[in-house]
């Protein structure tokens, strides 16, 4: 059964172009580092080590900002179809300043946990806490957080 999304949030080209072209750039930056001048073998080995860690990084953040994040009654799910959450299961929903939150995102508190993820600049678990945000826009994440917050005062009255 197909449910109508009620919100979308997802990254702009800009967004994505400029946090992963700067994240490579700092990568290739970090490996000529090391080839060019070499420093100690250990530093050497450490700087390798960091910027092809900074090239996986922002090709993962590049495949996974072409996806978005829906909104249904049901669940939070990414439009690959992937489940983030159901409805049911969200505890609250924190946007406050000191919310240990994705940059421009907010914060979800669910009643179980379940299996950590992340996907870079988009979305991440861990344990009871689901962030939303990153490469994202403001205005769309505050909708969604909002939408969410209604749909949980919604089924508080229905209770």
Same mark, same amino acid.
């Given at each position: 059964?197909?449910?109508? #999304?009620?919100?979308?949030?997802? $990254? +702009?080209? %800009?967004?994505?172009?400029?946090? /992963?072209?700067? &994240?490579? !750039?700092?990568?290739?930056? #970090?490996?000529?580092?090391?080839? $060019? +001048?070499? %420093?100690?073998?250990?530093?050497? /080995?450490?700087? &390798?080590? !960091?910027?092809?860690?900074?090239?996986?990084?922002?090709?993962?953040?590049?495949?996974?900002?072409?996806?978005?994040?829906?909104?249904?009654?049901?669940?939070?799910?990414?439009?690959?179809?992937?489940?983030?959450?159901?409805?049911?299961?969200?505890?609250?929903?924190?946007?406050?300043?000191?919310?240990?939150?994705?940059?421009?995102?907010?914060?979800?508190?669910?009643?179980?946990?379940?299996?950590?993820?992340?996907?870079?600049?988009?979305?991440?678990?861990?344990?009871?806490?689901?962030?939303?945000?990153?490469?994202?826009?403001?205005?769309?994440?505050?909708?969604?957080?909002?939408?969410?917050?209604?749909?949980?005062?919604?089924?508080?009255?229905?209770?």
């Amino acid at each position: 059964m197909q449910q109508d #999304v009620l919100a979308t949030v997802q $990254a +702009s080209s %800009p967004r994505r172009w400029i946090g /992963v072209g700067m &994240l490579g !750039i700092v990568a290739l930056l #970090v490996i000529y580092v090391a080839l $060019a +001048s070499p %420093p100690e073998t250990g530093w050497q /080995v450490f700087l &390798l080590v !960091i910027g092809f860690a900074s090239l996986w990084l922002a090709q993962r953040m590049w495949v996974s900002t072409k996806d978005a994040i829906e909104l249904t009654k049901s669940q939070l799910r990414t439009r690959s179809g992937r489940p983030i959450c159901e409805i049911a299961d969200i505890v609250s929903v924190d946007r406050g300043v000191f919310a240990f939150k994705p940059s421009n995102g907010f914060l979800v508190l669910t009643r179980a946990r379940t299996k950590n993820a992340w996907e870079p600049g988009l979305w991440w678990r861990i344990g009871r806490r689901i962030g939303v945000g990153g490469m994202t826009s403001a205005a769309e994440t505050k909708f969604m957080s909002e939408m969410l917050s209604a749909l949980l005062m919604e089924r508080a009255e229905s209770s």
